[in-house]
């Protein structure tokens, strides 16, 4: 009797072993490692965010340029007073060269900064997505605006921090001119000059105002973009519209309008992350308030100091310098990055949706 329980017992023991094998090979099959078709596909999304940036930005550059020099500048020593005047201003002092100044480093930024948060874009609104259908038990279900907004968040904060230190050093290789106390020589000559004497965390510094505006700006970019895509091809207004597929021209105006959005209920942040990046600069003083005529440090303790010294100090207007070239800027910038990584989504043969 002993030894027909003992035998039963080695029996189910037996039994659960091997079913717990087949259900561990089971598991191990569906976990399979990305093929190469999977890794193709990623590396040519990566590839089109990052031509996308490049072109994007290029095109632009004399604005960005401006922007940043209208950011930075002291109001008692005003060298930029508007767009036109100041890009006469940049090529009648420093030349063709001067109006495309970091632009290099820009894009060494922007590159790598586009192509991850165009992929990340995709990848989080998929995951969302996913996550919405399990909730909502709706297998049909699409993203809404807000969800949207969301993913886009997600992407323009991955991109950003990723990229962050090569943003800080361009804004400084930027403004500096030939009367600039401290030259840079390039990036890399940048990025070791700071870390070597203002420390590793210099290199993030206003990284928090940064994270703060990426969500609205990056977020509401693709919210908006996505969510009038839909809207024309559900609606088909003023014929717009043919076989389900936009114009190059249609799918510029949506992005001009999502730049637009997205740029003006950001900038004043930007603003903010560009002062405090000028923050441990030896003697960048003189190079804000033009050509070395006052030496006072420049100093915030953090966003909210410098939120709170900006307005007392120059009105609260000054939070919006800069905005109009930036205005010019952004709508095609923006434009044109998404259109790019569409067009060059298609030519390499890239099969991504995001409703996939």
Not at 194 to 214: D, K, M, N, Q, T
Not at 332 to 337: F, K, T
Request: proline residues 4%; aromatic residues 8%.
């Amino acid at each position: 009797m002993a030894s027909e329980d003992v035998k039963r017992t080695s029996e189910t023991a037996v039994s659960t072993i091997v079913n717990l094998a087949e259900e561990a090979k089971l598991a191990s099959e569906g976990v399979k490692a990305p093929t190469s078709h999977a890794l193709l596909s990623i590396a040519k999304s990566l590839v089109a965010g990052g031509v996308a940036g490049g072109v994007s930005r290029t095109a632009v550059a004399p604005l960005e340029r401006l922007k940043i020099l209208l950011q930075v500048q002291n109001p008692h020593s005003i060298k930029y007073s508007g767009t036109i005047q100041g890009l006469k201003y940049i090529w009648r002092t420093e030349g063709l060269r001067g109006l495309f100044k970091g632009n290099g480093t820009n894009c060494a930024r922007i590159v790598p900064n586009s192509a991850v948060k165009f992929f990340s874009y995709e990848e989080a609104s998929k995951g969302i997505l996913w996550f919405y259908r399990q909730q909502t038990g709706n297998e049909d279900a699409q993203l809404t605006p807000l969800l949207r907004l969301g993913a886009g968040a997600c992407a323009g904060i991955i991109a950003m921090s990723a990229t962050y230190p090569m943003d800080m050093v361009r804004g400084r290789l930027t403004v500096q001119t030939e009367m600039s106390p401290r030259q840079y020589r390039g990036i890399a000559h940048a990025l070791s000059t700071v870390f070597r004497e203002e420390g590793p965390r210099a290199l993030y510094r206003g990284w928090l105002p940064s994270v703060i505006g990426v969500v609205p700006y990056v977020g509401l970019n693709f919210a908006v973009y996505e969510s009038l895509k839909d809207w024309l091809i559900k609606t088909r207004p003023f014929g717009l519209v043919e076989d389900s597929e936009l114009s190059v021209t249609t799918r510029l105006a949506c992005g001009a309008a999502a730049g637009t959005v997205g740029q003006t209920v950001a900038y004043p942040l930007d603003v903010i992350r560009r002062r405090m990046q000028m923050v441990g600069w030896k003697n960048a003083a003189s190079v804000v308030v033009g050509d070395g005529k006052s030496k006072a440090p420049l100093e915030y303790t953090g966003m909210v100091d410098a939120f709170r010294k900006t307005v007392r100090h120059e009105g609260f207007g000054a939070l919006y310098k800069g905005l109009v070239p930036n205005s010019v800027k952004v709508v095609p910038s923006i434009a044109i990055a998404f259109v790019t990584y569409e067009v060059v989504k298609d030519v390499l043969g890239v099969e991504m949706r995001i409703s996939d």
